[in-house]
């Protein structure tokens, strides 16, 4: 028999309330839908894209790719290396960009890398090679990678290369440098160039060595997964998720045949970086959603990202095309005196944590990140609980200790993002916006309406 | 304006959290007369920001200690500041650690928080509808689409997913249904039974359904299936799944499939269906050849072996109608005004309608209606009038909750003083009018007052409704009119009374 003549039915109404009422003088269990018109999008590109018979398919194998997906940490090599950067690239984060449209941040970044892989001697001859287009810029993303703020990969910058044991992606993230004056916020000092070049001649070989000769490899999700239950949310708080990465990776460090002068300092450098972790969580959640790309039909987001001028995204039904608006300024707190009007608008691949569930999504797990925007704990509750209604799915190796061990919300879906209204939660770094600057705070933001508008748009036409 | 002052301090047994005090710092920064701020932990960090605001403290600083730096224009904003740091550093926080509720924004997320059978009603407008009814049949529950407006194309698409999916889907324009017992929108109170309704027509249902309430005949379910299921373009989707529901479910021993004249073909194909099922199916479908759905529950209650009753009635007053005198049906009910006219056409001929049995019988628009698309009400001769149509429904509820257009054209009718018998229905039940004869009594009255009106009553609904089907039908007797629990009866008294005038 049919279950809905079993028994009386629990009723889920949308629309007029006379007849929640009518029901409910009935006795009936009544749960009334807080129904309003689409945030956005067209009546009739909605309705296609809801009656696509492919699109129910399409996104479950999406997702399910996406929860199916592992990360190992498989080796430390030079993005020269592993990525096939020729000379005169420097990679970015967010979608295309040119020179003359890069804010303050990437700009600064784009000058340090120029600088620091002696392309130039002097500020102003890096400007002009890269005002030139002499030095070709291309998105991490096009090359299986991501980076933090403003994302500069330059050759000879160590990459994490990472692996999904499950269906054999790979990814990469260069090493985080730590807080304040560095490179990725957009500063580009003697102390910023001075570090980077610590890092490529102590800190990438000694990592390198230490991880090709770890016995098992380090398993980065396993790590995600449990800083979301030591109040870490993976993207704006990685305290928990980089002293384990620590734990892990010290005895195979000491073990580096090199001065222990430098061993000393290199996990220095690692505990006195509470975001040396982002880095690696970066490149999991790139994985995961990588594994989703190219299925057609489906309309989750599988690309959050910014390049200090836009914000782009890109969907599994839609392959590598970039839906792009204007980057929106963070709201939060600010470092020392700095205020609203110093700060450089949303910039860096980061937000792939947020595609991937975690971030923003899974604030509940971080009530400490809330504070940011001044806001209180039962606001982080209530963001994760709205994120859930943009979500195609729960990551059950993702749990959220206070919400009863529930997955993280994951697999942002178009559709409902604009039946809902209701725009991506992102936590993220604010650089500052002048170059040189560097870190000016840190807070909440979300993505432009534009992005998601233009993606639904495009994918109702591949139904049409 | 006096020179800028500063406060520089270092004070040490004093800790806060780095978000904590950033708070505070953004806080103390936006008072009036602070032009610089930073409280924060004396690090090495910090210090040199404070170095780079002017603000250094001249003591050396540890870690452990906080640093408060504040420039402001004058000594006063300078020591509010200086005092709103110590308040702020001393105020306790406090939160219910508990989440805010956040509103469901569509059914599927609706539904998500369920466990077991569910079913969603859909009552958003036409062009959204089809997202919420998806939501869900993906997540394999049956939905009722009471919006109209939907497009054809999204009706099939839907009924065809939900077919794959094993559920059902009642509309788009489903205003009745009985689920279990559960009166969903326009239903009548009636006992449990073993009778299934198939319903393409609400208030076709609601009659039969309450005719066989007073037969002392119970339903099990009345599913309806939306106005537009049995036409050429939906095929009897849903009609065709609802069989299938009903056959399978042991409650139901008969099933009666009501609705407005399908399309020859689709009533066809659900013929040859319905003839293989194990269910007996009796169609109640309105023709020119089958007119009338009292006679089609009178069958039914041959089958079940049940004696026919007789029908409720009330008599009204005795007053004739006036010579050439015409019908007027003024209906809330669509299948109701149908069946009107299809038992008044071969007795009257040609009865015009803005819902007419044939196109060439359009009442036409009003041509005093700003909109230009209002059918003219005031059209003379033999007219049936349908107030539940689409195009008397913009922007205002349905008549049975809204009857102000229905007595307005009765006023207007008795201003005329065309020689009319005035037929209308009455629905009684869930969704409709508390008290509908409260409005209509003294419309009635005054109307009769102003000239000979025989009024003629379909009331259709049960002892047990709301309203309860005898205190209506008393009120509408004593106001002069006869009352009738049939439509079919309703309709042949007032052609009577119309014959005795020729």
Redesign the interface.
């Known amino acids: 028999m049919n279950p809905l003549l079993s028994g009386p039915p629990a009723v889920v109404a949308a629309g007029v309330d006379v007849f929640s009422d009518a029901l409910r003088a009935q006795g009936a269990e009544v749960h009334d839908v807080d129904w309003r018109p689409p945030g956005f999008g067209d009546a009739a590109d909605l309705a296609a894209l809801v009656l696509d018979p492919r699109r129910g398919t399409a996104n479950r194998t999406a997702v399910e790719r996406v929860l199916a997906a592992g990360s190992v940490l498989t080796d430390v090599r030079p993005a020269r290396e592993v990525l096939g950067l020729t000379d005169r690239t420097i990679l970015h984060a967010g979608p295309p960009i040119t020179w003359a449209d890069a804010s303050g941040p990437l700009r600064g970044g784009l000058i340090g890398a120029t600088l620091f892989e002696g392309w130039a001697s002097t500020v102003a001859e890096a400007e002009r090679l890269l005002a030139a287009g002499e030095i070709a810029l291309d998105p991490c993303h096009h090359h299986s990678a991501v980076g933090p703020m403003a994302g500069v990969t330059s050759p000879s910058m160590w990459m994490w290369c990472l692996e999904d044991p499950v269906q054999g992606g790979k990814a990469y993230c260069n090493l985080n440098e730590g807080l304040g004056k560095v490179l990725r916020m957009g500063a580009f000092n003697d102390e910023v160039l001075t570090r980077l070049a610590w890092m490529r001649e102590v800190l990438g070989p000694v990592l390198a060595a230490a991880v090709r000769s770890m016995s098992d490899p380090l398993d980065v999700k396993a790590v995600l997964a449990q800083m979301l239950q030591m109040g870490d949310e993976g993207h704006n708080r990685n305290r928990a998720g980089s002293l384990m990465a620590l734990r892990e990776l010290s005895p195979a460090v000491v073990e580096v045949d090199a001065a222990s002068s430098d061993i000393a300092a290199v996990l220095r450098f690692i505990g006195g970086n509470e975001h040396f972790f982002l880095n690696l969580g970066m490149p999991t959640a790139k994985l995961a959603m990588d594994a989703a790309r190219d299925v057609p039909g489906s309309t989750m987001v599988t690309v959050m990202a910014r390049n200090g001028t836009e914000f782009g995204i890109q969907t599994a039904g839609t392959g590598d095309r970039w839906f792009t608006g204007p980057a929106q300024t963070p709201v939060g707190l600010y470092l020392g005196d700095y205020g609203p009007d110093d700060a450089n608008p949303d910039i860096g691949d980061s937000a792939i944590m947020e595609t991937y569930g975690v971030g923003g999504f899974s604030m509940a797990a971080a009530p400490a990140i809330v504070r940011f925007v001044g806001g209180t704990v039962p606001d982080a509750l209530a963001t994760t609980e709205r994120m859930y209604q943009l979500t195609l799915a729960e990551n059950p190796a993702m749990a959220i200790p206070i919400l009863g061990f529930r997955g993280s919300p994951t697999g942002i879906d178009v559709v409902s993002v604009a039946r809902t209204g209701w725009l991506p939660q992102i936590n993220t770094g604010m650089a500052g916006r002048v170059a040189g600057t560097g870190q000016v705070g840190a807070g909440l933001v979300q993505p432009p309406r534009e992005c998601f508008e233009q993606a639904l748009t495009a994918l109702a036409a591949e139904v049409r | 304006m006096n020179a800028p002052s500063r406060h520089v301090s270092l004070r040490s047994g004093v800790y806060a959290d780095s ?2 005090l ?2 505070v ?2 806080d103390i ?1 936006t008072r009036d007369g602070v032009t ?3 409280v ?1 932990m004396a690090t090495p ?2 210090v040199e ?2 170095q ?2 002017g603000l250094a403290p001249e003591e050396p600083a540890t870690p452990e200690q906080l640093l408060v730096a504040i420039r402001a224009d004058d000594d006063d904003a300078l020591a509010a500041a200086v005092a709103a740091v110590d308040t702020a550093l001393a105020e306790r926080q406090r ?6 509720t ?13 466990d ?10 036409g ?2 509808a ?3 009814a ?3 049949i ?1 997540a394999g ?2 939905v009722l689409v ?2 109209d407006g939907v ?1 054809v194309e ?1 009706e099939v ?2 009924k065809r ?1 939900a077919h794959d999916a ?3 889907v009642m509309g788009p324009d489903c205003g009745t249904a009985i ?7 326009f239903a009548n109170v009636v006992r449990p039974g073993p009778v299934g309704l198939v319903a393409a027509s609400g208030t076709g249902a609601q009659q039969v359904s309450c005719l066989l309430d007073i037969a002392r005949v119970g339903v ?2 009345v599913l309806g299936v939306g106005g537009r299921d049995l036409s050429e373009a939906v095929g009897g989707l849903a009609t065709l799944d609802a069989l299938a ?2 056959d ?4 139901t021993e008969r099933v009666l499939l009501v609705s407005k004249p399908p399309a020859p073909s689709v009533a066809a194909r659900v013929a040859e269906v319905a003839a293989g099922l194990s269910t007996p199916v009796r169609s109640a479908a309105l023709s020119a050849e089958s007119p009338d759905l009292t006679a089609a529950v009178e069958a039914l209650l041959g089958d079940l072996g049940v004696a026919v009753p007789a029908w409720p009635s009330r008599s009204g007053s005795e007053v004739q109608a006036a010579p050439g005198a015409v019908l007027k049906g003024f209906y809330s009910g669509g299948t109701l005004a149908d069946e009107a006219m299809l038992l008044a056409a071969p007795v009257l001929g040609d009865v015009r309608s803005n819902t007419p049995l044939r196109p060439d019988l359009d009442l036409g628009t009003d041509r005093f209606d700003s909109s230009g698309s209002a059918p003219n009400l005031a059209a003379s001769g033999h007219v049936v009038v349908d107030f539940g149509d689409d195009a008397l429904t913009v922007g205002r509820a349905h008549p049975m ?1 809204d009857p102000t257009l229905r007595l307005e054209a009765i006023s207007n009718l008795a201003a005329r003083r065309e020689p009319a018998v005035l037929l209308l229905d009455v629905v009684l039940g ?2 409709a009018d508390p008290d509908p004869t409260h409005a209509l009594v003294p419309t009635l009255t005054a109307a009769r007052r102003a000239g000979p009106l025989p009024v003629v009553v379909a009331l259709i609904g049960t002892e047990a409704d709301p309203q309860g089907w005898s205190r209506q039908a008393d009120a509408l007797a004593a106001a002069g009119a006869h009352v009738f629990a049939s439509n079919a009866q309703a309709t042949r008294f007032a052609l009577d009374l119309l014959g005795g005038a020729r």
């Open positions: 978000v904590r950033m708070q710092s953004r920064g610089a701020v930073l924060a960090l910090n920001l404070a780079g605001m939160s219910t650690a508990s989440a805010q956040v509103p469901v924004r569509t059914v599927g997320a609706g539904l998500d928080a369920l077991g059978p569910a079913l969603a009603i859909v009552s958003v407008p062009q959204y089809v997202a919420e998806a939501d869900a993906a529950q049956s009471f919006s497009p999204h698409a839907l997913a094993g559920v059902l689920v279990s017992g559960l009166a969903l929108g099990s379910h529901m009903l399978d479910d042991p409650a909750i869930y969704g």
